[in-house]
């Protein structure tokens, strides 16, 4: 039998949107029974936006050229720094030596173009010749007793061909902290080998008997003279400030 199929219509009549059964399609164009779609892509993105717009200023281009400024005045900032009466300041550009900075308020270009270091240089240092003393023992402790004799340094020729048992005490200091971090590798046996080289010319041309009585002061000059004169072709940037004769005897043997 013909249908009649004017309008389009069907034998049941109008159709419904979604099919003949009146289902209506899944929201998003989805297939029924398929769960729906994924997340939105734009929507993510707009998101991901919106939080990264809240930990930057307002403004557009200008907040971001305000913050570089202000990140740029803090880096600034940070070159500032204190060198305390009793250190001296010390400035590496590149980890090179670059000049010292005296005590107060100083300035370098900060990390990493130079940073600093701020050694003492107050501090009296003591080494030891001839025997091993104590810790506490110090410059105005005056004339100390040692606590064992090394008599591979203590024992000395003098200029009349005599031996003699000398224990000294040599106290230096820091003059130039530069000089001294870059040009010495171990300042304390650097001061002590040039001690005992001048202290062993100087007995070995004074006779026994004066340096067992008056010549011990002449002794002592002598010897600071001598060492320092080394520190300073060596530029240690060390300061021989006193030399103490601890015991000037006679070997006991």
């Known amino acids: 039998?013909?249908?009649?199929?004017?309008?389009?219509?069907?034998?049941?009549?109008n159709p419904k949107p979604g099919g003949p059964w009146g289902q209506q399609p899944p929201p998003g164009g989805g297939s029924p029974?398929?769960?729906?779609?994924?997340?939105?892509l734009d929507d993510?993105?707009?998101q991901a936006q919106d939080a990264v717009r809240r930990y930057l200023p307002r403004g557009g281009g200008k907040g971001l050229i305000l913050l570089g400024l202000v990140l740029v005045a803090f880096w600034?900032?940070?070159g500032f720094y204190r060198v305390q009466p009793d250190e001296q300041g010390v400035v590496m550009r590149f980890g090179a030596f670059n000049r010292t900075a005296p005590p107060g308020l100083n300035y370098h270009i900060p990390w990493p173009v130079e940073s600093v270091t701020t050694p003492r240089v107050t501090r009296i240092n003591?080494?030891?010749?001839?025997?091993?003393?104590?810790?506490?023992?110090?410059?105005?402790?005056?004339?100390?007793?040692?606590?064992?004799?090394?008599?591979?340094?203590?024992?000395?020729?003098?200029g009349d061909e005599n031996i003699i048992d000398i224990d000294v005490a040599v106290f230096w200091r820091i003059r130039d902290a530069g000089e001294f971090?870059?040009?010495?590798?171990?300042?304390?046996?650097?001061v002590k080998a040039a001690a005992e080289s001048v202290m062993r010319e100087v007995i070995g041309r004074t006779p026994i008997q004066p340096a067992l009585t008056e010549a011990r002061a002449q002794i002592e000059q002598e010897v600071r003279t001598g060492a320092q004169a080394i520190m300073d072709q060596y530029q240690a940037g060390?300061?021989?400030?006193?030399?103490?004769?601890?015991?000037?005897?006679?070997?006991?043997?």
């Open 76 to 78: 600034g900032a940070s």
């Open 181 to 190: 971090l870059f040009n010495t590798r171990n300042p304390e046996n650097t």
């Open 44 to 46: 993510m993105i707009r």
């Open 126 to 158: 003591r080494v030891d010749i001839g025997f091993i003393g104590t810790p506490e023992m110090g410059i105005v402790s005056g004339r100390v007793q040692p606590s064992r004799d090394v008599l591979a340094e203590s024992l000395m020729l003098t």
């Open 1 to 13: 039998m013909p249908w009649n199929n004017s309008g389009g219509q069907s034998p049941w009549g």
């Open 238 to 253: 060390i300061e021989i400030m006193q030399v103490q004769l601890q015991k000037v005897d006679p070997p006991a043997q």
């Open 33 to 40: 029974g398929g769960g729906g779609r994924g997340p939105d």
